[in-house]
Nanobody
Framework: QVQLVESGGGLVQPGGSLRLSCTAS????????MGWYRQAPGKQRELVAT???????NLADSVKGRFTISRDNAKNTVYLQMNSLQPEDTAVYYC?????????WGQGTQVTVSS
């Protein structure tokens, strides 16, 4: 079982920035991919960003140019840098990892964008 601990959510004004962190309980070299989903109230969970074991990155069209995903192998941590935040980015953000055929989730962190 992989434990994922997220941090960095909060309340921010439109146009502001936040950085989410997700630290895994084991080496991220064990994972095929890591990334972030989000779920807004009344909506389905949406894939936001992924980084593979080879370092390839993918971002949802809705966040391209505003969000970036990165990782720190030494800290077993993946980050989501979110800039130019808008009210429609308000959601619970979930970290995930894929290890072979297994998918593990973090507990979620709330991001609220409001003036």
């Amino acid at each position: 079982q992989v434990q994922l601990v997220e941090s960095g959510g909060g309340l921010v004004q439109p146009g502001g920035s936040l950085r989410l962190s997700c630290t895994a309980s084991e080496s991220i070299f064990n994972f095929n991919a890591m990334g972030w989903y989000r779920q807004a109230p009344g909506k389905q969970r949406e894939l936001v960003a992924t980084i593979t074991s080879g370092g390839s990155k993918n971002l949802a069209d809705s966040v391209k140019g505003r969000f970036t995903i990165s990782r720190d192998n030494a800290k077993n941590t993946v980050y989501l840098q979110m800039n130019s935040l808008q009210p429609e980015d308000t959601a619970v953000y979930y970290c995930y990892v894929v290890r072979t055929v297994h998918l593990f989730w973090g507990q979620g962190t709330q991001v609220t964008v409001s003036s």
